[in-house]
């Protein structure tokens, strides 16, 4: 099975002042904190995830931060992984980036999108996060598999209730924005298998306002949302890879001791073809804060649990899954 994997990182910054960074954002940690947290995540990512062949990452700093965890996970006896960012415009100082295992996979192209795509109400920019697009080829049982994986980390809806209906509007946006994104990818690669994931800051049905993922898949009402566009896939949706599990697994993220889903996957029907299943790594999101001072293991060095898609290119379904 080749796997896909996806991993908030919880702000993951480094010991050096960034000048490029305002300094009322940019979070330096001392250099013992940095050295927990790549210990940390160096487990995390072996133990946990099981050192998948490709990571989406999100909230990172900067390329640095990235390099330094590979060589982490490589000195603690891990696979080597190649990794790869491409800076953002988020005033917090964090973008999202990959990692991936080069002995297996072939990266053809690393591009970012939609970084000039404008808010309509305000003219600034749409994306403070672009998504990033890999287009990569996975060699596996003596063939190749070629996959095109999104990463995406959209806007919270931190001050959606403002009377200026800003946070509303821009949430809307980018999930069209995203879905328009993933139908020119179909167009520029048909047939091949397109994984959007990340951590899109929406639950899977409406919040009132807009149904971010509804937005995306295809599976948007217009009567249950007060911002509307037809779904560009609503005659022909895609499918939430968490869909998949028992609903009591079905979270991501726990705020204020309520289980949410935030982090998800996308699958076009190509890639619905491969996936044989998802499964979330626990031990983050549904664990005290004070594990995360604990060097011995992974507990809590995020605030979201991470996730891996196994994928195969063999695979026998009934009724479209294993």
Known sequence: ????????????????DDPTTD??????????????RLT????????????????????????????????????????TYSTSLINGQDPGGIDVGFMYIGDTVTVNNVTQLGASE???????????????????????????????????HMRSRGGIDDNDNRVKIKRFEQ???????????????????VITLGDFNAFDFTDGYADVIGQITGTAVEEDNLYWQMPLFANSPLTQAVHTLMVDDQYSYVFQGSAQLLDNAIL????????????????????????????SNSLRVSDHDGFVLFLSNDVIFTNGFE
């Open 175 to 193: 999930a069209n924005s995203i879905a328009a994104m993933i139908n020119q990818i179909q167009l520029d690669f048909p047939g091949e298998a």
């Open 118 to 152: 404008i808010l309509s109400v305000n003219g600034f920019q749409l994306h403070d996060r672009p998504p990033l697009l890999m287009d990569a080829s996975i060699n596996m049982n003596n063939s190749t598999l070629n996959v095109h994986v999104l990463v995406v």
């Open 1 to 16: 099975e080749a796997t896909v994997a996806s991993a908030n990182l919880f702000r993951f910054f480094d010991d050096v």
């Open 268 to 295: 076009n029907d190509a890639a619905l073809l491969i996936t044989n299943q998802l499964q979330f790594a626990r031990g983050q999101s549904d664990v005290n804060s004070e594990y995360s001072e604990q060097s």
């Open 23 to 36: 300094t009322d954002d940019d979070t330096i940690l001392t250099p013992q904190e940095y050295q927990l």
């Open 40 to 79: 940390k995540l160096s487990k995390y990512f072996r133990e946990d995830l099981k050192s998948p062949l490709i990571i989406s990452l999100q909230e990172l700093e900067n390329l640095k931060v990235i390099d330094d965890l590979a060589v982490k996970i490589a000195a603690d006896g891990g696979p």
